[in-house]
């Protein structure tokens, strides 16, 4: 299962960017979806999560700003981010708990990191 996000990039203070998430190779079944970030002399954190199901959770510092959706028939997920603001700048790394075929397990796989930088 390889993951490849794309969409960061520059942005302004309280401006948009859509980050997308494409699952591909062996991909049997996907659980949960999801987004986190490392800024720099941090620790990676969660920023969004979505279930199969399409429930979704949020770290509290991005409630209300971030979106996460995801499309199932294309292993996809996607985090739509507003207001965004100099302290989300960072590197997003997007994670699904997938299996590769019936009789594996579930296992958790990351995406390399897009950069997001917030600033004017």
């Known amino acids: 299962v390889q993951l490849q996000a794309s969409g960061g990039g520059l942005v302004q203070p309280g401006g948009s960017l859509r980050l997308s998430c494409a699952a591909s190779?062996?991909?049997?079944?996907?659980?949960?979806m999801g987004w986190y970030r490392q800024a720099p002399a941090k620790q990676r954190e969660m920023v969004a999560t979505i279930t199969s199901g399409g429930s979704a959770a949020y770290a509290d510092s991005v409630k209300d700003r971030f979106t996460i959706s995801r499309v199932n028939g294309k292993n996809t997920v996607y985090l739509q981010m507003n207001s965004l603001q100099p302290e989300d700048t960072a590197a997003y790394y997007c994670k699904t708990r997938a299996k590769s075929s019936l009789w594996r397990p579930f296992s958790d796989y990351w995406g390399q990191g897009t950069l997001v930088t917030v600033s004017s």
């Open positions: 190779g062996s991909v049997f079944s996907i659980d949960s």
